[in-house]
């Protein structure tokens, strides 16, 4: 069984401020964990994923996400946001193990980002 | 590369009614997936399937059927449309470590 919690469902920062998303994962075996946007009506991209290797990982639009086993948490970060950044950031989460079900893909609920100037 | 094709994008029904939503990707990808959006509640998983001729139950099934006859498509079908149905639905595929790439979207209304 897997699951993802998305802390806050609206974030609001400055234009040039850090930018920060927070996700944490519950899941019976090793996770693949990713964080998708998406901007309005449109479908899902993909900003970036952790899969093995290094747990700082980076993704397009200078956004990078950290890996943390410890804390079951996968937060996104921007060190400046950019007012093309405001739409709507889901982490979700699948096992890196298994056959079957070990494919389902569990999103969050997701987080609105809003940029003001 | 078209990536993930959804049809239709936008379709009105009466309560009762049945349709097929198509979604055919050209990435080669054994793993296919539908979800649903609504407000507040992010993506649910509807049905997915591992490859050819394997589907099986996602979060939400209930009124919902699914197929997967060739690779490259996944169908979504209601058989007797609720207005619990409305929604936007995403089509989506992947491969094991690749994450999920997504179409975008049907937005359906259910009245």
């Known amino acids: 069984a897997q699951s993802v919690t998305q802390l806050g469902s609206h974030v609001s920062v400055s234009e040039g401020a850090l930018v920060l998303l927070r996700c944490n994962y519950s899941?019976?075996?090793?996770?693949?964990l990713f964080w998708y946007v998406q901007y309005p009506n449109q479908g899902l991209q993909l900003l970036l994923k952790?899969?093995?290797?290094?747990?700082l990982v980076k993704g397009i639009n200078g956004f990078e996400a950290e890996f943390k086993k410890s804390e079951t948490s996968f937060h996104l970060t921007k060190p400046s946001a950019h007012m093309s950044d405001a739409a709507e950031y889901f982490c979700a989460v699948r096992a890196s193990l298994g056959t079957g079900t070990a494919s389902k893909l569990t999103f969050g609920t997701g987080t609105r980002l809003q940029v003001t100037l | 590369n078209a990536g993930v094709t959804q049809t239709p994008k936008f379709r009105v029904l009466k309560t009762g009614q049945s349709m097929t939503l198509l979604c055919a990707q050209d990435m080669n990808h054994e793993y296919m997936y539908w979800y649903r959006q609504d407000p507040g509640m992010g993506l649910r998983l509807i049905h997915y399937s591992v490859g050819e001729g394997t589907t099986a139950k996602g979060e939400v099934p209930d009124g919902y059927n699914v197929s997967r006859l060739k690779k490259q498509n996944f169908l979504l079908g209601l058989e007797s449309a609720a207005p619990s149905q409305t929604s936007v639905y995403f089509c989506?595929?992947?491969?094991w470590g690749s994450g999920a790439f997504f179409g975008q979207g049907t937005r359906l209304t259910v009245v």
């Open positions: 899941s019976s075996v090793p996770p693949y």
């Open positions: 989506a595929s992947g491969a």
């Open positions: 952790y899969t093995t290797g290094a747990t």
